[in-house]
């Protein structure tokens, strides 16, 4: 009897049914906490999904297979951000140039100075590869990391981390800062917390959310461009 539970415990869909419970219980806490910035349902639903298959001792290869589903969501929802910005095509006047010019400097600076940091620290060549494609979205991530000869698996890791904690603290150093305009705001956190952060802008202001989904593709096209050609240089 116990081994059939922990079969049905194991088996795909209550493992998806555990991770959707979990962004769900992420959004309750979201909403009770009055969308406290540590409230973010993607985080709860990483430790509610992560305490299961911890608990269960399920494989992450078997529970990615059983969450499939969500992944393949993941793709239409990311280009449904398009919608936002077609809204606010027309705040794009005077500000292409700016935008292109701070995001390529952005993903230069995100990649340098993410090699430097992990050389200064002791970390081999392999972490540092790995650690320069952090602020790309965690498919690019990966599949650049697998490129330079990095540890994918890991990439996913700091790409997420780093999404979490950027759409977690960010606005709060925006606000610290005293950066106002909007777009800037959407392009500074889109840039660095992906799909994760322009979630989170979208919540604030449909502006910033528009900005912020545009930034999370631009800096991803730009880490793509600029990873191969930097390496040249870094290692």
Partial sequence: MREDLLDLARSPLTLLLVTLAGYQAGRW???RTGGHALAQPVLVAIAVAGTAITVLDVDYADYRSATELIAFWLGPATVALAIPLHRQADRLKGFVVPLLVAVVVGAATSIVSAVLL???????????????????????????TETLGGIPPLAAVFAIVTGIVSAITAPAVLNLLRIRDRRARGLAVGAVSHGIGASRMLREDETEGAFAGLAMGLSALAISLLVPVLALVLF
């Fill in 118 to 144: 992990a050389r200064l620290l002791g970390a081999d060549e392999a972490l540092e590869k790995t650690l320069s494609t952090k602020a790309a979205t965690t498919p690019v991530a990966i599949a650049l």
């Fill in 29 to 31: 806490l979201q909403t």
